[in-house]
């Protein structure tokens, strides 16, 4: 799987790399050891974050209070912390 997550108690830690201004949001892979998500929104007014986080609640059955950008508010490098209970609905989606 590659090193862009890990468990530190009872979170999940996500490196993320987001592409903001696609055409739909979903996931792209994983490159550099960073799970690649195209964004469907404008970088502006955290736009881009506030669609991330609504993809990764509604895509991995998470309460979207749950999800914490933990760093990269404005950088399209972010780290983004979970429950750690979503890492195997995680592991599915990401092959």
């Given at each position: 799987m590659g090193m862009w997550h890990y468990?530190?108690?009872?979170r999940l830690l996500l490196d993320i790399k987001a592409?903001?201004?696609?055409s739909k949001t979903e996931f792209a892979g994983v490159k550099d050891n960073r799970l690649r998500v195209r964004v469907a929104?404008?970088?502006e007014d955290g736009k881009a974050n506030a669609?991330?986080?609504?993809?990764l609640a509604k895509t991995l059955g998470c309460p979207k209070c749950e999800i914490i950008l933990?760093?990269?508010k404005r950088s399209r490098l972010?780290?983004?912390?979970?429950?750690?209970?979503v890492q195997r609905?995680?592991?599915?989606?990401i092959v």
């Open positions: 468990v530190k108690g009872d592409i903001p201004g696609a929104a404008a970088p669609e991330l986080v609504a993809f933990q760093s990269g972010k780290v983004i912390s979970l429950p750690a209970l609905e995680l592991e599915k989606l």
